[in-house]
């Protein structure tokens, strides 16, 4: 009994963090998914967690927010203002994070690597302050 109870909490813990999170706010829609990406030419594999920002009016928005990232359980940004972010949308504009994306900072947050890389992993997240104008 006590195997399928350990067993239960296991799966609805991990679909909370690979849970989507949608934010709406003045027009504006944040959206959030779990990708891998896996670059060898450049070394590089992981997953991220992708952020799409859709501007859904016929005016420029001005979106800017921060993240909360537990790594192991910790949170690792709170009270840290570097992880605070600004877009500008143009009218009916859509962002979508992609694998190292070096334009658009704040579009992913680093999940995990392989676990002979490093064994941090993302345990959860939020977007906070999330302010439209």
Avoid: W
Avoid at 20 to 38: A, V, W
């Amino acid at each position: 009994m006590k195997l399928n109870l350990s067993i239960l909490a296991i799966c609805f813990l991990g679909f909370g963090l690979n849970a989507q999170k949608n934010i709406e706010s003045n027009g504006i829609k944040i959206s959030t998914k779990q990708i891998n990406c896996n670059i060898p030419a450049q070394g590089y594999e992981s997953d991220l967690i992708q952020l799409t920002i859709e501007n859904q009016t016929n005016s420029v928005k001005t979106v800017t927010y921060s993240f909360e990232l537990y790594y192991d359980g910790e949170c690792s940004t709170c009270g840290h203002e570097e992880y605070t972010y600004t877009q500008i949308l143009q009218p009916k504009e859509i962002l979508v994070g992609e694998c190292l994306d070096r334009t658009h900072f704040g579009l992913t947050i680093f999940h995990h690597m392989p676990a002979h890389l490093t064994k941090t992993t993302l345990t959860d997240f939020n977007i906070k302050n999330v302010v439209v104008k």
